[in-house]
């Protein structure tokens, strides 16, 4: 029979609710977690570093459901999950968040949600997951051809590209996840989405190497690596765009995520860093994407590498 830790009754106050009213107060939330995990090793240890910290969790959850407003607690719920399974060793999450005082005169205890998650199961979600925003709304500006998704995780974006006629390469150094989406490309666009793992922060002289002017689109979302910026300019043809979406300062500030402020932008960051490239759409600041409320802060970039003088467009 699995291990499992359980944690009862977490609770804590967050903003939650549909209409705005309801949000403007914070409420009492409780939350039950029941982790499966391997609980064999810190048996014999006696050692934390070999089980699940159930006090950093608490304090995890704590902190992410309490500073993230959403009009729902099944997007509450959904946070909490992507941080369990992003943070912690634990293979399987049993998750039961409640409004404890709900705005329903008849409801006299409470009302919630139960979630019974795997962790490939929410892999499998996170994978058929929507495309950012600024994918959707800039697609007429891309030029059709071949496109490199950097840090593609699951894939969403490379199936959203695949499905309107662009090939698509996509690299992360998260094998599983690529994995993921391979199967899912074997499913919607089995000729259209090729597959590499590869370290993107490997240290030069032996950097990643993306190619030189292969794409005509490159796109990076919601990861920060400052150094392979001249690899990604170098990678587009003449004329590609790069469509570029991630975390600034103020996310860190008001949300604490990331968790660690190297991982997120200086204001105008994005556009110091891309200067090669001829502008074609920015705005940094607070945006909405995904299942809630609450907007994050980004910078938002489309850029095109400029096409020499003389040469044919």
């Known amino acids: 029979m699995p291990d499992h830790i359980v944690i009862e009754r977490l609770e804590f106050r967050g903003r939650c609710g549909v209409t705005p009213e309801e949000r403007a107060k914070p409420q009492p939330l409780a939350l039950d977690l029941e982790l499966q995990c391997d609980l064999g090793p810190a048996g014999f240890s006696d050692n934390l570093f070999h089980t699940v910290d159930y006090g950093a969790v608490a304090a995890r959850v704590v902190q992410v459901a309490s500073t993230q407003e959403a009009c729902l607690l099944e997007a509450l719920a959904e ?10 060793p634990v ?21 919630g949600v139960t979630i019974n998650r795997t ?7 996170q994978a058929a997951a929507p495309p950012a925003r600024l994918l959707v709304q800039q697609l007429h500006r891309l030029p059709k051809g071949k496109a490199l998704d950097i840090a593609a995780g699951h894939g969403r974006h490379s199936l959203f590209l695949a499905s309107h006629g662009f090939q698509v390469d996509a690299v992360d150094r998260d094998e599983s996840a690529l994995a993921h989406l391979f199967t899912s490309a074997q499913h919607h666009a089995p000729t259209a989405v090729t597959t ?5 922060e490997q240290p030069a002289p032996y950097g990643p190497d993306l190619g030189k002017e292969v794409y005509d689109v490159i796109l990076v979302f919601f990861y920060l690596y400052r150094p392979l910026f001249p ?12 469509v570029y979406e991630t975390f600034t300062i103020d996310n860190h500030l008001y ?11 200086s204001p105008n960051e994005l556009l110091r860093l891309t200067s090669p490239l001829e502008v074609l759409h920015y705005d940094e600041g607070a945006h909405v994407d995904g299942d809630g409320a609450d907007p994050i802060y980004t910078s938002q970039l489309l850029a095109h590498k400029p096409i020499p003088s003389g040469a044919a467009a």
């Open 255 to 265: 949300h604490h995520h990331p968790k660690r402020r190297e991982f997120c932008l």
């Open 91 to 111: 293979e399987h999450v049993t998750l039961w968040i409640r409004k404890l005082h709900p705005p329903i005169t008849s409801i006299t205890t409470s009302v």
């Open 119 to 125: 962790r490939l199961a929410h892999e499998v979600r």
């Open 231 to 242: 690899a990604i300019v170098g990678a587009l043809k003449p004329g590609g765009v790069l």
């Open 196 to 200: 590499k793992v590869l370290d993107l």
């Open 79 to 88: 946070r909490v999950l992507t941080v369990l399974f992003d943070e912690f």
